[in-house]
């Protein structure tokens, strides 16, 4: 799986967690997204770890400011 496959996924799970249409993209961060607030990042967070079945350790996501970090971090488990 490559990075642009990551994100392609992304943008299903992100449909499925969002009301509001998002774009995903690489850069694509919650500054960016009305609608992501700490309760519906939890919602993303558990949606991206059914998608991909990974499961992040505490401090992991954090350290991901957008969603090219995140989709490093998920391709860092998928090849663990």
């Keep these: 799986m ?28 919650a500054n960016d997204v009305t609608e992501w607030d700490s309760l519906s990042h939890i919602t993303l967070i558990v949606a991206v770890e059914k998608a991909f079945k990974v499961r992040f350790g505490m401090g992991e996501v954090e350290a991901a400011n957008n969603v090219g970090g995140l989709a490093d971090l998920i391709l860092k488990k998928l090849q663990a």
């Design 2 to 29: 490559t990075k642009a496959d990551v994100v392609s996924k992304l943008q299903d799970v992100f449909d499925n967690v969002f009301v509001e249409d998002v774009k995903v993209t690489e850069e694509l961060s």
